[in-house]
Antibody, heavy 119, light 112 residues
Framework: EVQLVESGGGLVQPGRSLKLSCVASGFTFSNYGMNWIRQAPGKGLEWVAYISSGSSYIYYAETVKGRFTISRDNAKNTLYLQMTSLRSEDTALYYCARRRYSELDFDYWGQGVMVTVSS | DVVMTQTPVSLSVSLGGQVSISCRSS???????????LSWYLQKPGQSPQLLIYKVSNRFSGISDRFSGSGSGTDFTLKISRVEPDDLGVYYC?????????FGAGTKLELK
């Protein structure tokens, strides 16, 4: 069974940093591109970042470029999102999601981890 | 960026009824390789989104044939027939043809 379990969220002050993790199981993690997708309270879905299976290709949404860094450790089956210079508008539920190479969709999602940016 | 516009914002349906949700993209979603990467997701209350349909009209594993997707280019439709209580929630279309990946704002399906 595919499982994606996020952690690392919490309450953080504006301008501070936070690092999210997503531990994968039930599939060969190193074979899949992975994404972070967020959902502000009561709002829709916003794609945040993508990293290819071997970390060769990385893309970011303009809203986080230069502030967030996506990375992965295939030996640990773990995806990361380092978030710096956090703003109130970054407050959201952050999901990690697996991307299928041929279908370019998100076939499995974690349960999400909440990040609240507030003073 | 490709803007995805979903209509309606909300839908009321009776159990057993049929509904359609429209999704329009600001640019063609036909990839250079000829494929169209338009997906549909359902987010049930309190849950993570789940994949229903990929590449316009293909049902994901375990998805009922009551769900069907159609369309081409910039205009796409999700149809749900014989609506069941477990179908309620917010439906999102999403495009994977070009970065950044973008989603529609969602259509909330409620019981009448």
């Amino acid at each position: 069974e595919v499982q994606l379990v996020e952690s690392g969220g919490g309450l953080v002050q504006p301008g501070r940093s936070l690092k999210l993790s997503c531990v994968a199981s039930g599939f060969t993690f190193s074979n899949y591109g992975m994404n972070w997708i967020r959902q502000a309270p009561g709002k829709g879905l916003e794609w945040v970042a993508y990293i290819s299976s071997g970390s060769s290709y990385i893309y970011y949404a303009e809203t986080v470029k230069g502030r967030f860094t996506i990375s992965r450790d295939n030996a640990k089956n773990t995806l990361y999102l380092q978030m710096t210079s956090l703003r109130s508008e970054d407050t959201a539920l952050y999901y990690c999601a697996r991307r299928r190479y041929s279908e370019l969709d998100f076939d499995y999602w974690g349960q999400g981890v909440m990040v609240t940016v507030s003073s | 960026d490709v803007v995805m516009t979903q209509t309606p914002v909300s839908l009321s349906v009776s159990l057993g009824g049929q509904v359609s949700i429209s999704c329009r993209s600001s640019q063609s979603l036909v990839h250079n390789n000829g494929n169209t990467y338009l997906s549909w997701y359902l987010q049930k209350p309190g849950q993570s989104p789940q994949l229903l349909i990929y590449k316009v009209s293909n049902r994901f594993s375990g998805i009922s044939d009551r769900f069907s997707g159609s369309g081409s280019g910039t205009d796409f439709t999700l149809k749900i027939s014989r609506v069941e209580p477990d179908d309620l929630g917010v439906y999102y279309c999403g495009q994977g043809t070009q970065y950044p990946y973008t989603f529609g704002a969602g259509t909330k399906l409620e019981l009448k």
